[in-house]
């Protein structure tokens, strides 16, 4: 059928690229119904995992207790209640916790973590959820930190000229991860969650990076260092003033366009035994988005933002990333500035959200025209590619629902792809432009 239609397959179809929306717990409803409907819609977006933030202060006691087992998930100390709940909504849902741990309480050192406490935590909310205690779902995927190279989570981050954040991350990220897979070895610890960009005299994404895997800033990265991080998967905030293919201005940020470079790092320092672990090590992107216009008058015209949003899955894809994050689900109220949902405030879905359900890009080659996509849910299932009434080709994707090939043929109008009952958004074959937009609206 492949040559019948002109087809030639790509070798990395088969690549895998899930997603993921983040769902802060503060903005799940306290009416059960509600709660579900919310992470119901999560699923409709085509995501099979949420990204789930916990705050260790308030989980723990305020104060440490004379008596405290802080290893120990049981602690009647602990107040484990929201949690739960999200922890559990999620599962009945369909989806994949993402759980990620941060904030430390005042006695555990607060912005200035200690490893040592932040471990005793670990131990005990990875036995929490290890599927096998008081009927509590099972967490997989474990988020050490947000956002380490910001002095709003981590401070101080300097020392002089020293960059000292790095060194204090590695450590909890060690401490973290050494409880997480002393309590189920098959535990995935993902590390990084980087921010974008240098602001003030914090270290960009790349900086922080470097010092935390102890490597150069050369083009082919090379070891500065002996020291050893232990994580499964790095992640990144990949933010753009641009669109999908919108490098960042310094050499030290990390915007979608960057990913390449931020691959290149990471192999490097998994060659040079930087970085321990016993499966392959992964790329993800746990949070990134666009604000639309409307309701940001800064933000990206709807139209264009979803061609940005399918094209920012295949760049994400073709860097090796295997986990795409967006947030949010829904615009937030004003006079919040957070603007990104894949649904206006009032439930109404945007444009964007067919593109991140089912992603598709066309480019135009010298022999045709290449197209990608991820048919929705990353199931394996036959596609169509279609200029108006007109069939282009028909095929299988890959078992995780990814399809890569180029057609022998030059079509003259914008394109979709088709799965069954599902379509793609119309892409236009002229690749989208690129504008300015505020990163955060």
């Given at each position: 059928m492949l040559a019948a239609f002109g087809v030639a397959p790509a070798a990395h179809a088969a690549n895998p690229l899930q997603t993921a929306v983040y769902i802060h717990p503060e903005n799940v409803p306290t009416n059960d119904a509600a709660a579900n409907a919310l992470f119901k819609r999560v699923h409709q977006t085509g995501a099979t995992a949420v990204r789930l933030s916990l705050s260790w202060r308030e989980i723990a006691p305020a104060t440490r207790p004379s008596v405290f087992r802080p290893k120990d998930p049981g602690d009647t100390?602990?107040?484990?209640?929201?949690?739960?709940?999200?922890?559990?909504?999620?599962?009945?849902?369909?989806?994949e916790p993402l759980v990620g741990v941060l904030s430390a309480p005042a006695w555990a050192g607060s912005k200035k973590v200690n490893p040592v406490a932040l471990r005793d935590f670990a131990s005990a909310i990875t036995s929490r959820y290890t599927g096998t205690y008081q009927g509590l779902p099972r967490v997989r995927y474990w988020l050490a930190w947000n956002e380490p190279n910001l002095s709003l989570y981590l401070a101080p981050q300097n020392s002089g000229k020293k960059l000292v954040g790095a060194e204090r991350y590695r450590s909890m990220v060690n401490a973290f991860a050494t409880a997480a897979h002393a309590v189920r070895p098959d535990n995935v610890v993902v590390a990084g969650l980087v921010a974008p960009f240098t602001f003030g005299k914090d270290p960009g994404p790349l900086k922080f990076l470097r010092a935390l895997l102890c490597m150069s800033s050369d083009a082919n990265p090379r070891p500065t260092c002996n020291a050893r991080t232990q994580f499964d998967i790095l992640s990144?905030?990949?933010?753009?003033?641009?669109?999908?293919r919108h490098r960042a201005l310094s050499s030290n940020d990390?915007?979608?366009?960057?990913?390449?470079?931020?691959?290149?790092?990471?192999?490097?320092?998994?060659?040079?035994h930087h970085v321990v672990s016993t499966r392959k090590v992964q790329l993800w992107v746990t949070e990134f988005s666009w604000d639309s216009n409307p309701p940001d008058s800064k933000g990206v015209?709807?139209?264009?933002?979803a061609q940005w949003v399918s094209e920012a899955l295949y760049r994400a894809w073709r860097a090796g990333v295997t986990m795409f994050t967006w947030f949010l689900l829904r615009d937030e109220r004003r006079p919040s500035p957070y603007q990104s949902g894949l649904y206006f405030a009032n439930g109404k879905a945007k444009p964007a959200l067919r593109a991140f359900n089912f992603p598709f890009v066309a480019l135009r080659r010298k022999h045709g025209v290449y197209v990608w996509g991820r048919a929705p849910g990353g199931k394996a299932t036959t596609v169509s590619i279609e200029m108006g009434r007109r069939r282009l080709a028909t095929f299988r994707t890959g078992p995780n629902g990814v399809f890569s090939r180029v057609?022998?043929?030059?079509?003259?109008?914008?394109?979709?792809?088709?799965?069954?009952?599902?379509?793609?958004?119309?892409?236009?074959?002229?690749?989208?432009r690129d504008l300015f937009v505020r990163p955060f609206g």
């Open positions: 100390a602990y107040n484990w209640a929201t949690a739960d709940r999200v922890i559990k909504l999620a599962v009945a849902n369909g989806l990144v905030h990949p933010y753009t003033s641009g669109g999908p990390a915007s979608l366009g960057d990913l390449p470079k931020v691959r290149r790092l990471l192999d490097a320092a998994v060659r040079a015209p709807l139209t264009l933002q057609l022998a043929v030059k079509p003259s109008k914008s394109v979709r792809a088709r799965a069954g009952s599902a379509h793609s958004i119309l892409f236009p074959l002229q690749p989208p």
